[in-house]
């Protein structure tokens, strides 16, 4: 395609007709972004093997323009359309079972995969007290994979041994109760525990000093996962005052280019390592 005919990237009646040929008895949206201008959109701004984010995926149209075009994506969705619409239409491209947007035009003749991730619930609530507690969507496994991910732990829990939710390494893991330890139960996990390994309680509330027990790292619910958040900021964005000075270059500077120059293509490397 040159770019005097992707100038002419389509229309809502384009793009409805695409969506009917890949879902015949759905309705289209009321207003689909036709492939071609998503292909006209990542030519100018990306290069392959560069990532493509579309936080409001819709009926998938940016993701599988960019699958196409040998980009990699993300996109997010809250509605239902995702199950309806965004994954099989991937699915469709995938299996070469997408004849029509931009599939001629990129030579496309399908591969790749993408991995599908569903958004948790949040961890935390407050009770009708206005007190922060763990949410009454979790249950205990779950508590414990959440928590794991918060500690940079892996989630492997160990059938035999009921302290062992997950391990960072093979002589450090975490244990994860909604109880409340004693310190006659903590001396008897440390006693289990060992001087070889460590191990990471997360409990509800424990009652002596914990630190008396050189083998474990008491902490509590909610109040170490509150201490891991950040609240009430209008601006999370990184500090970057701080950064040290760019080094100076070796040779003479070189004339400011008369305006910007695209970046060379990336190496072509396979889209996904996952599968659909």
């Known amino acids: 395609m040159t770019w005097s005919e992707?100038?002419?990237?389509?229309?809502?009646?384009?793009?409805?007709?695409?969506?009917?040929?890949?879902?015949?008895?759905?309705?289209?949206?009321?207003?689909?972004?036709?492939?071609?201008?998503?292909?006209?959109i990542l030519h100018i701004a990306t290069d392959p093997g560069d990532w493509v984010l579309d936080s409001f995926a819709g009926s998938g149209t940016t993701g599988a323009a960019a699958h196409k075009m040998g980009r990699r994506w993300i996109m997010v969705e809250l509605g239902e359309h995702c199950h309806t619409h965004v994954i099989p239409r991937l699915r469709k491209v995938i299996d070469a079972q997408d004849s029509g947007g931009v599939t001629g035009v990129?030579?496309?003749?399908?591969?790749?995969?993408?991995?599908?991730?569903?958004?948790?619930?949040?961890?935390?609530e407050k009770d009708r007290w206005g007190n922060w507690v763990v949410s009454k969507a979790y249950n205990g496994a779950m508590l414990a994979e959440a928590l794991c991910k918060l500690e940079g732990f892996t989630y492997a829990p160990n059938e035999t041994v009921y302290w062992q939710h997950g391990l960072s390494t093979e002589r450090d893991f975490i244990y994860v109760t909604t109880q409340s330890l004693s310190r006659q139960r903590l001396a008897a996990l440390s006693e289990e525990v060992g001087d070889a390994r460590s191990l990471l309680v997360y409990c509800m509330a424990f009652r002596g000093g914990a630190t008396a027990f050189a083998n474990l790292t008491v902490k509590k619910i909610p109040n170490a996962i509150l201490q891991r958040c950040e609240w009430g900021r209008d601006d999370y964005s990184l500090q970057v005052a701080a950064l040290p000075p760019a080094p100076e270059a070796a040779g003479p500077p070189s004339a400011a280019p008369a305006e910007r120059r695209r970046r060379a293509p990336a190496p072509a490397l396979p889209l996904f390592d996952g599968s659909a």
């Open 6 to 40: 992707a100038a002419d990237c389509g229309d809502n009646e384009e793009a409805k007709k695409e969506i009917l040929a890949l879902f015949e008895d759905q309705e289209p949206f009321a207003t689909p972004k036709p492939e071609r201008l998503m292909w006209r």
């Open 106 to 124: 990129t030579g496309w003749k399908g591969g790749g995969g993408f991995r599908y991730f569903r958004l948790a619930p949040s961890l935390l």
